[in-house]
């Protein structure tokens, strides 16, 4: 009996021998943790991702752990509300030029694919804030949005150059917007109807998707 089961141990041995001697698919270690997080540096052996966890650190994937400094202005900022339409427009304008920034500045498809879920979960970072679902406030960094015109060169091409920060400092000079209607007695459930409403819409246009 003993034999026998010997002779089977070795039949599965010699079997495995040339598996393990041959070229072994290295698949990119989705978990790769630092401290609990996943670290995205050189991910998948991409040069273009050299360094990519500096921007906010490894335990901030998309920002929303930046700490926020609210900056005391002389006079209020309120908002003034727009036609939907001309709102509409010019979101359409920054989303179609996250594209041209992704497609024309990275070639490896890996790297675009992990910088826009990077950036689309910074946007859902704020969604959960319009929602007050962070403790955070609802605002902007005046110091990144200055910004924005320096994206373009005047002939149409983009700027390469450093504009000097880094993710550590996103919200580090936060502007907050009053004006809104917010009301804490009742706004906490119209802002989630108006949330579910949304999703509902995006769902009923792409029912297999989460």
Known sequence: MFAKLAVQLITVASLAIPALAGPVAVRPNYEL?????????????????????????????DGSRSSQVVVKQESQLVCHSQQI?????????????????????ICEVETQTIVFEQWHSGLHGF????????????????????????????????NTHDFGFTGHDLGGETVVVGGNNWDDAHSHVTVEDAYGASRSAY???HPTLV
């Open 33 to 61: 943790a630092v401290r609990g997080f996943t670290s995205f540096n050189n991910w998948g052996g991409h040069a273009s991702l050299s360094n990519f966890d500096n921007f906010y650190g490894v335990d901030n994937f």
């Open 85 to 105: 339409e001309l709102i509409q427009q010019r979101l359409v304008v920054l989303q179609e030029m996250a594209k041209r920034i992704i497609t024309e500045q």
């Open 127 to 158: 969604s959960r804030d319009l929602r007050r679902h962070t403790g955070r406030q609802v605002g902007y960094d005046r110091n990144i949005v200055k910004h924005f015109g320096e994206i373009m060169n005047s002939d149409g091409s983009f």
């Open 203 to 205: 769902h009923s246009i």
